[in-house]
C-alpha cells in the first residue's frame, strides 16, 4: 500500500502509556526491544504469541495484567504498516475461536433437559463463543487511553480490509466493543465557541469533512453569535470529539452554502431568527464508522435549541449530494430512456459539470429532474435511498424539502452535485411517523415541490 497508516495519532496514544504507567516504562522497553518493526525476526511469531498469551493469563495479578496489556499496545503502535499487518493476522488466526470446543459445549446442551443444568451448559457456551483475541482488546479498556486503542486499531484495518479479507472478523469484534463502549448515554454534548481552547479549535478545522475551514477568521465566523458548534465527547477520550455539527441561526430555511459562510455577512438579528440549519456533520474517527453517532447529535442538539431558542420553529439542513455525478455519469442510458432525455444532451450535461460550466437555464431544469430523480427513486440494494446522505437524514424521520440550484458552486461542489444541495426538512411531530414509514415502508417523505420537478 502507497499510504503508511502509522499515524502522528499513533504515536501520541502509545505515548500517553507511558507517562501514565511511567514506572513500568522500562518494563515496556525491554519488552519491546527484542521484536523488530516489521516482525521480520526469525523469533518475532514466536515471541509476539507468547506475549499475547501472557495477556490471556498473566503470571501474577491485575498489576502484571496491566503492564502485558500497556506492553501490547505500545508494540503494535511502535510497528511499521508491514508489522501491524501481520499482528493483526496473528491475532486472527492464532486467537481464533475453538470450534470443536463450541461443537462440544453445543452437543452438551442438547443432551441434556434438566432446566438448572441447561442454564450452566448457556453460560459455559456464551463464554466458548467468545474469541481469545476478544478478550485480549477488552483489556485495553480498561486503560486511560485505551477506548481511542481500539478507535485507531479498527481505523487501521478499516484501511486494509479491502486486501486483507481475512481480518473481518476482527474488524467486527472491535465495532462490537466499541458499540458497547460508545454509547450514547456515556457521551458528553458540549458547545465548541470561539473561547474554547485552541487545540480544540485545530481539531475542527482539521476534522471538518463538508466544507473545508479556509481559515481562523472563517472559523471565527462559524463560531460567531448566530453560529453554533456542537460536538460528541468520550469521557475516555476526553479532549478528543467524536462527531461535530455545524448550525446556522437564520430567518428562513437557507438555499446557499456561499450566503451562508460569507464572512462580510453582519451577524442576523437575534429577533428575526427563525430556523436552525444544520450545514455540516463531521465524524473524526475512521474507527467508528458505522456507529451511528449522528443521528443522536441531530436529536439531542434540537432538543437543546427548543429549550433555549423558544423563537426557532423550523429545523433544517442544507445538505451535499455526494453520489449525484457519480450515479449519473455511471447510468446515463437508462436515465436518459426513464426521463425522456436524449442521451447526446446526457453527454453534453456531464462534459458541462466537467468544464464548470452549469450556467444555462435548460441545462439546469435537466440537472433538477434528473437529481430529483436519483433522491426520490434511485435505491441501494436493500431498498433505501442511494445516496449516504439522503438515506442519513431520512432515517432520522427528515423530508426532502427543497433542491437549491448553484448552492455550492466550489469546485468540489459542482462535480460531486452540480452545485445542487438539498434542504431535509425535520418537522419535529412528524419525525417519528416519517422514520417508520422510511425504515419500514420504503417511502421517502417529500415535499409537492420536489415532487413537481420529476413532471417537467
Not at 481469545?132 to 484501511?159: E, H, N, Y
Amino acid at each position: 500500500m502507497s499510504t503508511s497508516i502509522v499515524k502522528v495519532e499513533d504515536k501520541k496514544v502509545a505515548k500517553g502509556f507511558f507517562k501514565i504507567f511511567g514506572g513500568v516504562a522500562d518494563v515496556v522497553r525491554l519488552w519491546i526491544g527484542s521484536i523488530t518493526p516489521d516482525l521480520s525476526g526469525s523469533k518475532d511469531t514466536d515471541i509476539l504469541i507468547s506475549k499475547m498469551n501472557e495477556c490471556l493469563h498473566p503470571k501474577g495479578g491485575e498489576v502484571s495484567a496491566r503492564k502485558n496489556t500497556i506492553s501490547l499496545g505500545k508494540l503494535y503502535f511502535s510497528l511499521s504498516e508491514t508489522g501491524k499487518i501481520k499482528f493483526l493476522q496473528i491475532l486472527v488466526e492464532k486467537f481464533n475461536t475453538n470450534q470443536k470446543e463450541i461443537y462440544s459445549k453445543i452437543k452438551e446442551y442438547q443432551q441434556n433437559h434438566n432446566t438448572e443444568l441447561n442454564h450452566k451448559f448457556e453460560q459455559a457456551l456464551t463464554k466458548t463463543l467468545e474469541s481469545p483475541r476478544s478478550k485480549i482488546l477488552k483489556q485495553f479498556i480498561s486503560l486511560p487511553d485505551g477506548l481511542k486503542v481500539i478507535v485507531d486499531m479498527r481505523s487501521d484495518i478499516l484501511k486494509l480490509q479491502s486486501k486483507y479479507k481475512e481480518l473481518n472478523p476482527l474488524e467486527q469484534e472491535l465495532k462490537s466493543i466499541l458499540s458497547t463502549w460508545v454509547d450514547v448515554d456515556l457521551l458528553d454534548l458540549q458547545q465548541i465557541t470561539w473561547d474554547s481552547p485552541a487545540s480544540l479549535l485545530e481539531k475542527l478545522i482539521k476534522y471538518e469533512a463538508v466544507h473545508k475551514i479556509s481559515s481562523w477568521n472563517d472559523l471565527k465566523n462559524r463560531l460567531d453569535s448566530d453560529r453554533l458548534c456542537f460536538a460528541f465527547f468520550h469521557y475516555k477520550i476526553p479532549n478528543e470529539p467524536l462527531i461535530f455539527v455545524e448550525v446556522a441561526l437564520t430567518n428562513g430555511i437557507t438555499s446557499s452554502i456561499q450566503h451562508l459562510l460569507d464572512e462580510t455577512i453582519p451577524s442576523n438579528d437575534p429577533d428575526s431568527i427563525n430556523t436552525a440549519v444544520f450545514y455540516s456533520i463531521s465524524n473524526t474517527q475512521i474507527g467508528l464508522s458505522g456507529i451511528n453517532l449522528g443521528n443522536f447529535l441531530i436529536k439531542r442538539v434540537v432538543e437543546k435549541l427548543t429549550t433555549e431558542f423558544k423563537n426557532i420553529k423550523t429545523y433544517a439542513t442544507l445538505s451535499p449530494i455526494p453520489g449525484f455525478i457519480k450515479w449519473l455519469i455511471e447510468n446515463l442510458a437508462n436515465v436518459s430512456d426513464k426521463l425522456n432525455i436524449k442521451p447526446s444532451f446526457c453527454t453534453e450535461i456531464i462534459e458541462s459539470i466537467k468544464q464548470l460550466q452549469i450556467h444555462n437555464e435548460y441545462l439546469k431544469q435537466c440537472l433538477l429532474k434528473l437529481c430529483a430523480y436519483y433522491l426520490l427513486k434511485v435505491n441501494n440494494n436493500n431498498g433505501y435511498a442511494y445516496d449516504p446522505v439522503a438515506h442519513f437524514h431520512l432515517s432520522n424521520g427528515a423530508s426532502i424539502k427543497r433542491l437549491n440550484w448553484l448552492a455550492d458552486i466550489s469546485e468540489k461542489g459542482i462535480k460531486q452535485s452540480a452545485g445542487i444541495m438539498v434542504n431535509y426538512l425535520y418537522e419535529l411531530p412528524k419525525i417519528d411517523s416519517n422514520h417508520e414509514n422510511y425504515m419500514i415502508n420504503k417511502i421517502v417523505a417529500r415535499s409537492k415541490e420536489v415532487s413537481a420537478l420529476l413532471k417537467r
